[in-house]
């Protein structure tokens, strides 16, 4: 891994679309100095229906328009990407996927040692989280399901729990969990967060929801915090987001989502 030594240069952090905002928005509550840019690869989500080859192509393109930016470390927003293309974000140093990070904190808070794991198919075929939590106790039983019709549920602003659609829909995904008597959820795709209340009011309260935005943005936190390269605390964050498709569409439900008053620019451009 390799890290530029320049405190105050932005972090970059990618993703398919809007789900690596949940990535954005930790990061930005827990380092409030850190400016971060963005790319939203909005003209070609969803990633988790794609091949490998596909996957691997897409990411390489978002790293490389990343690092023309000059950033000082990239961040991997995106369950599918972190699980399909793992490979390639170690060759170009992206500093961390969120795949890690989410594994090992389902691990630390399950009790009973029964994990599920959702995410995109591309990322529940790949069993790329079974693979980390083995690595990190064998012992865990693990349960793994897709839900494609989340990240179009989230890409259309149709999330909210009082929802008959959505909570029918997340119902019918997660309903097998309980017979398996899990008590961890690892939400493995960064878009998930954002139906996180609908996912709770079907699985009940006593069922911990890893966060994978979340986990992921205390990971950075603490990396950068130990290489010495957090911002200074003087420095004023800046927010900069780039879309590869409609900047409206993006702006509407990025603004519903992150209930920011926080100035960012945003920006369509294209990164093949
Ligand atoms: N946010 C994504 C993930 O974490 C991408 C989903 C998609 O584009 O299919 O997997």
């Known amino acids: 891994m390799i890290l530029l030594k320049k405190n105050n240069l932005p972090i ?3 993703d398919s679309g809007l789900g690596g905002l949940t990535v ?11 400016s971060i840019i963005y790319f939203g690869d909005t003209g070609r989500v ?28 990239i961040v991997a927003a995106c369950g599918t990407v972190s699980s399909v293309a793992a490979q390639t974000l170690d060759d170009l140093d992206v ?3 969120v795949v890690r990070p989410t ?5 630390r808070l399950t009790k009973n040692g029964k994990i599920g794991v ?15 939590l083995k690595i990190i ?4 039983s693990i349960f793994e399901k897709s839900c494609p019709l989340f990240v179009p549920l989230v890409e259309n602003g149709v999330t909210s729990p009082e929802d008959p659609v959505v909570l029918e829909i997340v119902r019918r995904y997660l309903i097998d969990f309980k017979k398996h008597g ?5 939400l493995g795709c960064t878009h998930y967060p954002i139906l996180k209340d609908a996912i709770s009011k079907i699985m009940g309260k006593n069922i911990n929801l890893i966060d994978s935005g979340r986990e992921t943005a205390l990971f950075v936190a603490n990396t950068l915090e130990k290489s010495s390269l957090l911002a200074n605390d003087s420095s004023k964050a800046k927010y900069s987001f780039f879309v590869s498709d409609e900047i409206e569409s993006f702006k509407f439900e990025a603004d519903k989502f992150l209930k920011w008053n926080v100035p960012y620019s945003l920006e369509k451009v294209n990164v093949q």
Do not use: H, M, W
């Open 24 to 34: 954005v928005c930790e990061l930005s509550r827990i380092l409030p100095n850190e």
């Open 46 to 73: 969803p990633y988790g229906v794609r091949s490998k080859e596909t996957i691997i192509r897409y990411s390489s393109q978002d790293i490389s328009f990343l690092k023309s930016l000059n950033v000082k470390t």
């Open 12 to 14: 970059g952090v990618f």
């Open 137 to 140: 106790d064998e012992k865990l």
């Open 182 to 186: 899990i008590d961890t959820l690892i």
């Open 118 to 132: 959702i995410g995109t198919k591309a990322t529940i075929k790949s069993r790329a989280y079974s693979r980390q």
């Open 95 to 97: 500093l961390t996927g």
């Open 103 to 107: 594994a090992l904190a389902a691990s």
